[in-house]
């Protein structure tokens, strides 16, 4: 069973290091982001009580430390050992890559790791489609839809409750495509 001491730890852990961040487009701190992610993760867990939530919720919280925070890795080793560092890892886009090969990279590296950790990417982008921001584009939109395409069939199969909310979030979003610009 999963411990809210942990989760605990995990957001403020995640709250200081994101400080003053912001989640794009909406004001809210960007915890928000983070424990919106946590939740779809843990429910998941609760749904296959073979998975390490333990693991899950911490990468969940911790998913953007590494990419969006001066964070070293070796802290997060230190604070929550090596398996959710090395989660985080894989969770992180390599930014010396051009940018449209980091999802397929990052993709690839997931396919080595824990289904507890690929399992995050799926909640973090079932999170991410909600409504996009007004400013996006029909074809900005319709490509975002697509990489949530490519995530939801590169990682099928971990839990049958995942499937269905990135699924059904998907075909949510084509109203948005259909409304953009
Ligand atoms: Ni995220």
């Given amino acids: 069973m999963w411990s809210p001491d942990l989760y605990a730890r995990a957001l403020d852990f995640a709250a200081h290091a994101h400080g ?4 794009p487009g909406t004001g809210l701190p960007y915890t928000v982001h983070l424990a919106k ?6 429910r998941a867990c609760v749904e296959d009580p073979s998975r390490d939530a333990n693991l899950c919720l ?6 953007d430390t590494l990419e969006d925070t001066a964070t070293p890795y070796e802290r997060l080793v230190e604070e929550f050992g090596d398996a959710v560092a090395r989660g985080v890892r894989a969770l992180t886009k390599n930014s010396a890559l051009p940018k449209h090969e980091r999802m397929t990279d990052c993709l690839a590296r997931l396919a080595l790791e824990a289904p507890e950790v690929r399992m995050v990417k799926l909640a973090d982008r079932i999170t991410n489609l909600e409504p996009p921001p007004p400013a996006w584009s029909s074809s900005k939109r319709a490509a975002y839809r697509d990489e949530a395409r490519e995530i939801a069939r590169a990682l099928h199969g971990l839990s049958a409750h995942l499937d269905a909310r990135i699924a059904a979030r998907i075909e949510a979003y084509g109203a948005h495509v259909d409304a953009g610009a």
């Avoid at 992610?37 to 843990?42: F, K, N, T």
């Fill in 58 to 63: 911490a990468c969940a919280l911790l998913h």
């Fill in 37 to 42: 992610v946590a939740a779809e993760a843990l």
């Fill in 20 to 23: 003053a961040q912001r989640v």
